[in-house]
């Protein structure tokens, strides 16, 4: 089974700070990864998106990784804002046997403060 | 820019009672999913749908619950014979193809009483 971890688990900094958020998993063999945005009681705001045979994607101020054999992906946030402040989720998609589609596991989430 | 909407945002039910969750995925997507976050936890994966049948389920997703498109834009979750666990936030996702990004709706927070 897939476990996804993301550390930290909460981050707090200021203004203008460039910021790595850390996603790792136990299984290897991941069909791609992505990133999502929660804001509090809302849905899940995809970011970014990197297939398996991909090392990195960027859209605006963030880049995300990915080491496969390693099992990690880094999001890389450049001079964040206190718009960024929200959940930030890693979720790896997988092929259970017998899986058509594969599945997404999600990891518990790194909780992003900004403030000014 | 489209998204995928979700109805009611918020469900109250007493115990025992069936509900149903509704969505409407992105007009041109052709891959449905629904997951659920209990408070505090991680997002899990319920079930997967294309091709107008199930593709994928999970271990939670069991005899109490069934999905259905009944028309060309609603996908539906409907839980039967409600128990308390299954107050949650219950998300819809789609994507057009199956290697592209899963978009999410805003979710409805089911509470069980």
């Known amino acids: 089974k897939q476990e996804v971890t993301q550390i930290p688990a909460a981050l707090s900094v200021p203004e203008g700070e460039n910021l790595v958020l850390n996603c790792s998993f136990t299984?290897?063999?991941?069909?791609?990864l992505q990133w999502f945005r929660q804001d509090p009681g809302k849905g899940l705001t995809s970011l970014l998106l990197?297939?398996?045979?991909?090392r990195e994607q960027t859209s605006g101020r963030l880049n995300a990784s990915l080491d496969k054999s390693s099992g990690r992906s880094t999001l890389y946030i450049a001079a964040s804002q206190p718009g960024d402040s929200a959940t930030y989720l890693c979720?790896?998609?997988?092929?259970?046997?017998?899986?058509?589609?594969?599945?997404?596991?999600f990891g518990r989430g790194t909780q992003l403060t900004v403030w000014p | 820019e489209p998204e995928v909407t979700q109805t009611p945002s918020h469900q109250v039910t007493q115990m025992g009672q069936e509900v149903i969750l509704r969505c409407v995925p992105i007009?041109?997507?052709?891959?449905f999913y629904w997951y659920r976050q209990i408070l505090g936890q991680k997002v899990e994966f319920l079930v997967s749908?294309?091709?107008?049948?199930?593709?994928?389920k999970s271990e939670i997703f069991d005899d109490q619950f069934s999905v259905e498109r009944p028309d060309g834009s609603n996908f539906t979750l409907k839980i039967r014979s409600t128990k308390l666990e299954d107050s949650a936030m219950y998300f819809c996702?789609?994507?057009?193809?199956?290697?592209?990004?899963?978009?999410f709706g805003d979710g409805t927070r089911l509470s069980i009483l």
């Open positions: 749908f294309y091709n107008n049948e199930i593709s994928e």
């Open positions: 979720a790896v998609r997988r092929y259970d046997r017998g899986s058509t589609l594969g599945r997404l596991y």
């Open positions: 990197i297939q398996s045979s991909q």
């Open positions: 996702a789609s994507s057009g193809q199956v290697n592209q990004p899963q978009h």
């Open positions: 007009s041109n997507h052709l891959y």
């Open positions: 299984d290897s063999a991941i069909y791609n």
